[in-house]
C-alpha cells in the first residue's frame, strides 16, 4: 500500500477532535458559572446589613475589585499553564495581583489602626471563614476542574494551584458581602488564612483528580 493511500485510509477513520478552548474562552465560561453561583450563595445567606453603606466606600469597593481580578487572573492563568504554546510569565501574573491586594489590605489595616488607637489589630475567632469559603467555592472549583480536563495537560501543578486561587478568591469576594469580619486584624488573618488554605488543599486535590482522569499524559511524562 502507498504511503498517500495509508495517510488517507488512517485520516478518513480517524474521529474528528474539536478544538480546545482558549484561556480566554475557558476564563470566560469559568466566570459565566461562578458569577451566578456566587450571586444564589448571596441570596441564600442574605446580604450584610450594612452592605449599601460599605459599597460606598472606596477601600471596600478596592478590595473586592482586588479580589475579583485576582479570581479572574488566576483563572486564565491556570488555563494558560495547561497549554505548551503559552508563556511562562503568564503564571506569575496571580502572584501580581494577590501581593498588590495584600498591600492595599496591609496599609487599610495600618491606617486603621492608628485612627481607632490599635482597635483594627485585635483578632477574633471566626470559625465560619473556612467553611464558608470552602462551600462558596466549591461550585466555581469544581467547574475549573471540569474546564482543565478539557484543556491540554501540560504544567499541571501550576494549572491547580492557580485555578484553587481563582475558586478561593471568587468564594472571598461573596463571603464579605454576607459576611463582615469583626476587626481588620480578623479579616486578614481569617478571612485571607481560609483563602490560602483552600487553596493549598484544593491545589493537591485538584491535581488528584485532574491526573488520575489522564494516565496517558501522565506516564508519557508531559505533566508538570
Partial sequence: MRNET????????????????TPGQATLCWVMVAVPV???????????????ALMLRPNFAVDEALAGLTAVVSA???????????????????VVVVLVWLLVLGRQCAVLSMSVQGAALRLHADWMCVPAIAITGL??????????RRSPLFRTTHACLCGTMAAA????????????AGSFATLLVWQMGSVALFTMAGSAMGRLVVVRFRPRLASAGMLG
Fill in 38 to 52: 456566587l450571586a444564589l450563595a448571596i441570596g441564600v445567606m442574605g446580604p450584610r446589613p450594612d452592605l449599601a
Fill in 76 to 94: 486564565y492563568a491556570a488555563f494558560c499553564a495547561g497549554r505548551p504554546d503559552q508563556p511562562g510569565w503568564k503564571l506569575g501574573l496571580p
Fill in 139 to 148: 461550585v466555581p472549583a469544581i467547574m475549573m476542574v471540569v474546564l482543565l
Fill in 169 to 180: 478568591a471568587a468564594a472571598e469576594v461573596a463571603l464579605r458581602l454576607f459576611h463582615g
Fill in 6 to 21: 495509508l495517510i488517507e485510509a488512517l485520516a478518513d477513520a480517524l474521529t474528528p477532535v474539536r478544538r480546545a478552548l
